[in-house]
């Protein structure tokens, strides 16, 4: 791998003023977050427990939501005297975010200015989260943390598998800050045909970026892609798959084709990062500086470990609009077991759920189901809940559940979108239906594709 020298100038010279001008302490974070991974797992969980304490009283006294839901259980925050002590609160579902979003605002908060983050996630239901500035850059320096954990260090290059690329939106301000400071090059996942993938494997063989970060299935596809053009000399030091399950034979390819480990991690748009793999691969560690998780049975009662149960978060530095005991929609597997790397962080041996295929489009483009639910899913109005099914290469079903807003100018939404990503000569019916139904696993299909990827082998069995 070519030594990157301007690696150093971004950690050392550019990232601390730039952090100033920007007023963020996430530096800061990042530095004492470092140390505190390798805290006893005793620590860890005391210190968790006193941030949770504290949220716990703000929530009651600021956050008319939280207020009505201790009150009707007869619940007083003093009386949670332990993690555990948490269990005695309903779960935090998607309906109630959608329902009471004002409700759930903290009073201290209402004059400030917030991040509004929008997701559809993995299961096709759009949610608006408000977060204060203070904990994005707080979790943005968890990120940054775990993702040194591949391998990867702060101010290498990074090559992105990624839909959208955000710098694009933002002008020459954006070009620059992706030049200077987070040094991506991306392959655009809405767009993705032969000569794109082989212009982007062009790139990384010049360039050599440290980091290759993508959805799941993403960097599978590319993996595919390289390997039918007689490998390359390319080698990251880290690969970091995200978004999606990460499949045991996608883990596989991914490794082979690049000669280097594959660092699988979780997260949801509502609360960033949940858990990540460290160099030792032996399970994801919770991060606890950011998160309490619990892992449920349907009774509500805490999964064994080696046993499947939905995950519930509890976002433990939101202020703004506090997420107590939420559940997120996805499964996990519990692990009670100790990681060689020394971390006291707690461990999820593996996650299950977020399925999205690949459309394929009649001018042969791949687009990405995940980058859709952002690209597509959110773009439209008064849209409880969609499925998106491709029959044949030239026709869809969307499945929808409609809101009280959803109009003809959402159907006209819907039409424009279509030509858009999928292009003019593609038709659609949409089925109007109450609920979109769980497979039997337990999982969420967002994008549904039953024609076959023209740079994939037949796709194997999804059992890990």
């Known amino acids: 791998m070519k030594y990157d020298w301007l690696a150093p ?49 703000h929530a009651y006294e600021t956050v008319p939501f939280w207020k009505q839901r201790f009150d009707e259980q007869g619940i007083k925050p003093e009386e949670i005297q332990s993690l555990e002590d948490l269990e005695r609160l309903p779960l935090l579902t998607k309906q109630d975010l959608r329902s009471s979003l004002e409700s759930m605002m903290s009073d201290k908060y209402q004059n400030q ?43 290498q290059r990074k090559a992105m598998v990624w839909g959208n690329p955000e710098y694009l939106n933002r002008g020459w301000r954006g070009h620059l800050r992706n030049s200077l400071l987070e040094r991506c090059v991306y392959l655009d996942t809405l767009k993705m045909n032969e000569n794109s993938l082989e212009s982007f494997l062009n790139k990384l ?24 053009r007689g490998g390359t000399e390319y080698q990251p030091r880290g690969i970091i798959s995200t978004a999606m399950v990460l499949h045991r034979w996608e883990r596989e390819k991914i490794e082979q084709v690049f000669d280097c480990p594959v660092t699988n991690r979780y997260g949801c748009e509502e609360v960033s990062m949940i858990a990540c793999e460290c160099e030792q691969h032996a399970g994801l560690h919770v991060i606890a500086d950011n998160v309490y998780v619990e892992v449920l049975r349907e009774d509500g009662t805490p999964a064994s470990p080696g046993e499947a149960g939905m995950i519930v978060v509890t976002d433990l530095v939101n202020r703004a609009m506090p997420l107590l005991r939420y559940q997120v929609g996805d499964m996990a597997v519990v692990s009670d077991k100790t990681c060689a790397c020394g971390r006291g962080l707690p461990l999820l041996d593996r996650i299950e759920g977020r399925i999205a295929d690949y459309v394929v489009t009649p001018q042969g483009e791949l687009v990405s189901g995940i980058s859709l639910t952002e690209n597509f899913a959110m773009l439209v109005t008064g849209i409880k809940q969609i499925q998106i099914v491709q029959e044949t290469l030239n026709s869809f079903i969307f499945r929808i559940v409609k809101e009280e807003e959803f109009n003809q100018h959402s159907e006209s939404q819907i039409r424009n979108l279509v030509e858009e990503r999928f292009g003019s000569a593609v038709d659609f019916v949409c089925e109007y239906v109450e609920n979109i139904p769980q497979e039997s696993s337990g999982k969420f299909r967002f994008c549904i594709s039953h024609v076959e990827n023209p740079f994939s082998r037949r796709r194997e069995s999804l059992v890990q």
């Not at 302490?25 to 969980?45: C, E, G, S």
């Not at 239901?125 to 850059?137: I, T, W, Y």
């Open 113 to 155: 200015v917030l991040r509004i983050k929008t997701t559809s996630g993995s299961t096709g239901v759009s949610l608006e989260v408000r977060v204060d500035e203070e904990a994005m850059q707080f979790k943005r320096a968890c990120t940054l943390r775990s993702d040194e954990w591949s391998g990867w260090r702060f101010g």
């Open 205 to 228: 063989e010049q360039t050599h970026p440290a980091l290759l970060f993508g959805h799941a299935h993403s960097l599978y596809l590319f993996a595919q892609f390289v390997e039918s």
């Open 9 to 57: 100038v971004v950690r050392s010279v550019i990232a601390p003023p730039w952090a100033i001008w920007e007023q963020s302490p996430y530096l800061r974070h990042y530095k004492v977050l470092r140390k505190k991974q390798f805290d006893t797992p005793d620590v860890i969980r005391k210190r968790q427990f006193e941030q949770l304490s504290d949220l716990v009283h």
